[in-house]
């Protein structure tokens, strides 16, 4: 259920986040909206600072897991 949760908030917010700008500059809300969901995906980076702080210690097993399960 917790990861369901994460990714409907990181989804969401990366959405809205991302179609703020083209929504700025004039672009109809269909644009926006879909240039927004088209960027929402987590990076390649974060999977990678995430796998960095579990080697690190930072990062508990468990919530390694959750956080491959939200990307």
Do not use: W
């Amino acid at each position: 259920m917790l990861t369901l949760v994460a990714v409907a908030v990181i989804m969401g917010g990366k959405t809205l986040s991302a179609a703020v700008g083209p929504a700025l500059l004039g672009y109809s809300g269909r644009v926006a909206l879909l240039a927004g969901v088209a960027v929402s995906q987590i990076g390649e980076f974060l999977i990678r600072a995430g796998e960095g702080g579990r080697v690190a210690g930072l990062l508990p097993d468990l919530l390694y897991q959750q956080f491959l399960g939200v990307r």
